[in-house]
């Protein structure tokens, strides 16, 4: 498998809280920069978050503080913890494994926020 998978979207009411999950195999895990972008209605897709091999992490500034990007390494993992909600997070959110060899996208899921 080489496509990361998202779970976890649905919806949600301002101030509340969602968890995206993303799988990718061991292989492409361990050597790529996993990230999380989102696509709103009308909107080009815009970078959310990242997290290196490393540990590095990375916001877009109208997440900061909300939301936290995290990974289990033994199952290959990767979180995106999303706290006090605001209508315009409503998107498509895909989780992105970007290494030298290729970019990598999940097929999205779905995250609504209600005023």
């Known amino acids: 498998q080489v496509q990361p998978v998202e779970s976890g979207g649905g919806l949600e009411q301002a101030g509340g809280s969602l968890r995206l999950t993303c799988a990718a195999s061991?292989?492409?895990?361990?050597?790529?920069?996993m990230g999380w972008y989102r696509q709103a209605p009308g909107k080009e897709r815009e970078l959310v978050a990242t997290?290196?091999?490393?540990?590095?992490?990375k916001y877009t500034d109208s997440v900061k503080g909300r939301f936290t990007i995290s990974r289990d390494i033994a199952r290959n993992t990767v979180f995106l913890q999303m706290n006090s909600l605001k209508p315009e997070d409503t998107a498509v959110y895909y989780c992105?494994?970007?290494?030298?060899?290729?970019?990598?996208w999940g097929q999205g899921t779905q995250v609504t926020v209600s005023s």
């Open positions: 061991r292989i492409v895990f361990s050597i790529s920069t």
């Open positions: 997290i290196t091999p490393g540990g590095t992490t």
């Open positions: 992105i494994a970007k290494n030298v060899f290729r970019d990598s």
